[in-house]
């Protein structure tokens, strides 16, 4: 079963819900990152979270989430866009711990202390960014305190990534269900309920449930579902875009790259792919340059 986002509206339109399963995306940026356990399900839950988020906005509008937290890991930056693709990285991928139960200390790898800044580029004349305290360092946990301090809206947040003995990401995913105006509060009863007595989302994955059954979990048949779209990690980087930073750097700089005779090598902190840049390559930009 490829990754994939589903949206349902539920209990006569008063609540809205999206369902992920995001193993693949997660185990990729895994590799990508060679991050360690800990750190593989902290960074798998933020990069969930946010495509999730992205899943709520429309076109070419696009969505970062910067947690800096206390913890080990240095802080996570995951950014997406509305057509499900995503990307990230971490500051100290070689992150481990775990608790005495043997599970994995993803939150103690984020810290309990801290923000979580939230940018969007909704492609009109500004910038939005907007925050909220890190509380707890569990990915789900401080997102739904997100959404319900800066944007004022009550939300369910249920993220889960569970590590196999190879150290891989063997099943992820998750789902944000938000509360609209006129949902009853015996409609909020039955939904606190049911996500009380769900297994963790991760066990739901590994044991194949699709988003839409685990939506199903929660509204008990109560919703419609709306849309469906393909998930993935995805980088946008190119020479091009690289090459515009170094013209950017100015006269100045790039002579001083020039005088040390060695190529330039430059390196994709969400991907990793490397480009290099020869010296005829900086010259043909210092004659660019400003």
């Not at 750190?39 to 899943?55: E, H, P, Q, S, V």
């Not at 950014?79 to 599970?103: F, I, L, Q």
């Not at 199903?216 to 990690?233: A, M, N, P, V, W």
Request: glycine content about 8%; overall charge negative.
């Amino acid at each position: 079963m490829k990754d994939y986002l589903v949206k349902a509206y539920a209990f006569d339109g008063t609540v809205r819900i999206y369902a992920a399963k995001t193993t693949d995306l997660v185990e990729e940026a895994r590799q990508i990152h060679d991050t360690w356990p800990a750190a593989t399900a902290a960074f798998g839950k933020a990069l969930t979270g946010t495509i999730i988020m992205g899943a709520m906005y429309k076109g070419d509008q696009n969505l970062t989430i910067r947690f800096d937290g206390s913890g080990p890991i240095g802080g996570i930056v995951t950014t997406t866009n509305a057509n499900g693709e995503v990307r990230g990285y971490v500051g100290n991928p070689h992150t481990h711990a775990s608790t005495n139960d043997d599970k994995l200390a993803d939150a103690y790898a984020v810290g309990n202390d801290g923000f979580i800044h939230v940018t969007k580029d909704l492609n009109v004349r500004n910038i939005f960014t907007s925050s909220s305290e890190i509380r707890t360092g569990e990915i789900a946990q401080d997102l739904a305190y997100y959404f319900t301090m800066s944007e004022q809206i009550p939300s369910a947040v249920g993220l889960g990534v569970l590590i196999n003995e190879m150290n891989e990401a063997k099943a992820a995913g998750g789902f944000i269900l938000q509360v609209m105006p006129g949902a009853k509060s015996e409609t909020l009863d039955e939904i606190e309920r049911n996500i009380n007595a769900m297994r963790p989302v991760s066990d739901l994955i590994k044991e194949d449930y699709t988003p839409e059954m685990i939506i199903g979990e929660i509204t008990k048949g109560k919703h419609e579902f709306i849309e469906t779209i393909s998930l993935h990690y995805a980088c946008d980087c190119s020479r091009e875009r690289f090459s515009k930073g170094l013209i950017a750097l100015g006269k100045k700089e790039l002579q001083q790259l020039i005088d040390e005779k060695e190529p330039v090598e430059t390196v994709c902190h969400f991907c990793n792919k490397k480009y290099t840049f020869s010296d005829d390559d900086l010259k043909k930009f210092l004659d660019l340059a400003k």
